[in-house]
């Protein structure tokens, strides 16, 4: 038997009640909304309010009941120390080479935050340049992004507050580590991209929202502008805005040869997009459309002079490289360089005179290089079946980097040399797990309407299919997201806790490109809920697990696949794990960036979308009396993606209709915490922690 395992296996029924608990009261108000005739009460509405004080208290006592719960599980001791130990090991993050200086995160082992660093010599000791573990007493400011300039003498960098998306823009000295005065505030999804003398930036923002909405308030109107070192942000340049079309996104990008600012424009998640340009060597040049409709995706690899390569899905759901020659842009010119294959490209680089393919072969990587005629050079080999990213550069680079990952193996960095096309190891991790024992095998699952569906199941090499084995599944399905190979400690440690871990790649993803994520979408939403079904059965079936045993895991789209799944058939799972998700499918739209999802899900100002949201919106499909599985709704108070209503709504619903004699239903509420991106190590393992220890008692491990 194994020690972690014997330390576990101490009795939580003296610990913990099998019925729930007595929930903190949370008053209901006659709130009634009518769609297409239809009247949809929403008596939690009130909690949408998160500045109010009713709000606070609520949070606070759903907190303490769901603390004392958790503190009491024996086993929680255990598993933090575990935690604590496999998470103490020094990483590194992949290199990027800007001029004469390469850059890298470093994070020593329990560090809150990566520190960044800089050096000549990827051999010599190098320099400390950014420490965001220093920014605030708390943790609470995370580094979110950095770029150098072109000769790598100016860092431009963004911070995060609390975890929200909202970003705030910095200007660093790399040559001294002194802050320059820059700072530009209201700016979220979006990079500064540096014009070719480092005299500045391109970035978009948003207008400033009024005081106390900036988490809730609609994020509409973005702008491009252009900001001149030393100058306030007030007296940024505006370079391009649209306010007759005010759900339009804008990013820019200038190319490596400094020529052209390139300006993507996307309209919500669709990942159809327009592409405009403009040449930077003419005075008050004007801002050229070169793709003016939103028919397709094109993502700006490089251009050699005028001629300018996309890798998109145009005429190709699986995805190609294409070239235009913006002197002679009409499609019937444009030329094909790599054609669409079997298998999805999922990106495309040019580094070193060559293009550097990422293949996506049933959701795990392969990858090529091919000339810039399109021609294969040679497959770069992989350690096993995982995921590759990188490949990053300039086209007259030597060497550029990348990093394989799998569900045992953790983040190995690799350096490429372009000019002899061999790989040799930089940095190998350091962590404490043993991942002999273990192996991924992947699997395909028939759906309801027979669509195969992946799934990879990492267990120990010696098990035997008896259904006794506790269960993780895992999925996401949306918004053309693949889900790929990847180490995690948390997984490390369930797998030292005899669990198997599954993941479901499922319609509405990107796995096998546009018609694969078209078939999750909005009228045919349905379709991921009923993957994510099949795969549970099939697991149950063949003797992984069974039901009692089986937790559903997801966050954001993947915290609404999880609720909508628990409500359709909540006989079938033992525990579930809804993070940050989207749960009222009728009023998600109101929110933030939430109107951009309705590429993905539709919205109940459509009536038939209407009616296919009502259906299984998971807020809207909580019925009296029925015996929900033991859950842990996890959310944070400083999400401003997926606002944490969604995840209060839903918890004090399924906490009134949960069944007498069913089990827990629970929710934790992090606190200056957002989405997920940014959060502090030792707030990550506390959560870890809660959410293994929950699974230990929902579970019932047994050895």
């Known amino acids: 038997m194994r020690p972690l395992l014997l330390m576990l296996l101490i009795s939580s029924s003296s610990a913990t009640s099998a019925q729930s608990p007595n929930y903190p009261p949370t008053e209901k108000h006659d709130t009634v909304d009518t769609y297409h005739g239809t009247s949809i009460p929403d008596p939690y509405r009130w909690l949408e309010d998160d500045n109010s004080e009713a709000t606070k208290a609520w949070v606070q006592q759903q907190n303490q009941l769901t603390h004392s719960f958790l503190q009491e ?66 943790n609470s400011i995370s580094l979110s992004s950095w770029t150098p300039n072109e000769e790598a003498t100016l860092l431009a960098y963004s911070i995060s507050k609390a975890g929200s998306d909202w970003q705030e823009f910095r200007v660093k000295n790399i040559l001294t580590g002194a802050d320059l005065p820059d700072k530009l505030q209201w700016i979220k999804f979006s990079r500064p991209s540096w014009v070719k003398d480092g005299s500045g930036f391109y970035y978009s923002r948003f207008p400033e929202p009024p005081p106390g909405a900036a988490l809730t308030q609609q994020n509409k109107n973005k702008r491009l502008h252009f ?21 339009w996104g804008l990013s820019p990008h200038v190319t490596d040869d400094g020529r052209y600012l390139i300006i993507h424009i996307s309209l919500g998640s669709d990942p159809k997009n327009r592409l ?18 939103f028919e397709a995706d094109y993502s700006f690899i490089d251009n050699l002079g005028p001629v300018f390569y996309f890798h998109t899905n145009k005429d190709a759901p699986r995805y190609r490289v294409i070239a235009i020659d913006i002197t002679r842009p009409d499609p019937k010119n444009w030329r094909e360089i790599i054609p669409q294959s079997e298998d999805k490209l999922e990106s495309v680089s040019l580094v070193g005179g060559q293009f550097i393919c990422d293949y996506l072969h049933h959701a795990h990587s392969l990858i090529q290089a091919r000339d810039l005629e399109g021609k294969l050079k040679h497959e770069i080999p992989l350690p096993g079946i995982g995921s590759v990213y990188g490949f990053g550069g300039r086209r007259d680079d030597t060497e550029t980097f990348y990093v394989y990952t799998s569900f045992t193996t953790p983040a190995v960095t690799y350096r490429h040399d372009l000019t002899t096309n061999t790989s040799t190891l930089y940095r190998k991790s350091g962590i404490q797990f043993d991942s002999d024992p273990y192996t991924t095998e992947q699997v395909f ?45 948390s997984r490390a440690l369930w797998l030292e806790m005899g669990g198997i871990h599954v993941t479901a790649n499922l319609r509405g993803g990107g796995e096998y490109g546009a018609d694969w994520h078209r078939a999750g979408t909005k009228l045919q939403k349905q379709n991921v809920f009923d993957d994510f079904i099949a795969a549970a059965e099939w697991l149950v079936e ?38 940050v998700g989207v749960m009222d499918m009728l009023r998600y739209h109101q929110f933030t960036i939430g109107w951009a ?7 109940s100002d459509n009536p038939d979308e209407f009616k296919a949201l009502l259906a299984y919106s998971p807020l809207h499909n909580l019925k009296p009396g029925i015996k929900y599985p033991t859950t842990l709704i996890t959310t944070a108070d400083h999400d401003d993606r997926v606002v944490p209503a969604h995840s209060f709504k839903f918890a004090a619903t399924l906490q ?48």
Request: proline share 9%; charged share 20%; glycine share 10%.
């Open 73 to 138: 599980i024996p086993a929680r001791p255990v598993i933090r120390q575990r935690l604590e130990k496999l998470w103490n090991y020094e990483r590194f993050g992949m290199p990027m080479k800007r001029g004469s200086r390469y850059f890298f995160t470093r994070n020593t082992g329990l560090q809150n935050h990566s520190v960044l660093y800089v050096t000549e010599d990827l051999q010599a000791e190098p320099r400390l340049l950014l420490d965001p573990n220093q920014l605030s007493p708390d």
């Open 597 to 603: 999802w309705a590429d993905d899900y539709g919205t």
């Open 656 to 703: 009134e209709h949960q069944a007498k004699d069913g089990p827990p239903v629970l929710i934790r509420i992090e606190t200056s915490a957002g989405h997920g991106s940014g959060t502090a190590l030792n707030k990550i393992i506390e959560e870890t922690t809660d959410e293994l220890a929950f699974l230990t008692w929902a579970l019932k491990l047994k050895p």
């Open 227 to 247: 900001h001149q070192l030393g100058d306030s942000q007030e007296k940024d340049r505006l370079v391009y805005e649209r306010p007759d079309q005010p759900d």
């Open 276 to 293: 405009y340009y403009q040449d930077l060597t003419i005075p008050n040049a004007p801002v050229v459309p070169l793709i003016d409709s």
């Open 542 to 579: 063949k003797g992984y697990t069974q039901s009692a045993k089986l937790a559903i895991q997801g966050g954001s789209n993947g915290g609404l696949l999880v609720g909508a799944c628990m409500t359709q058939r909540p006989e079938l799972f033992g525990a579930a794990l809804p993070s």
């Open 445 to 489: 699952v028939p759906s309801k309407d027979g669509t195969p569906i992946p799934l990879f199941i990492t267990r120990r090499k010696d098990i035997k299919l008896d259904g006794t084995h506790p269960t993780v599944l895992y999925g996401y399905g949306g918004f053309n997201i693949s889900l790929t190979p990847g180490f995690s400690v």
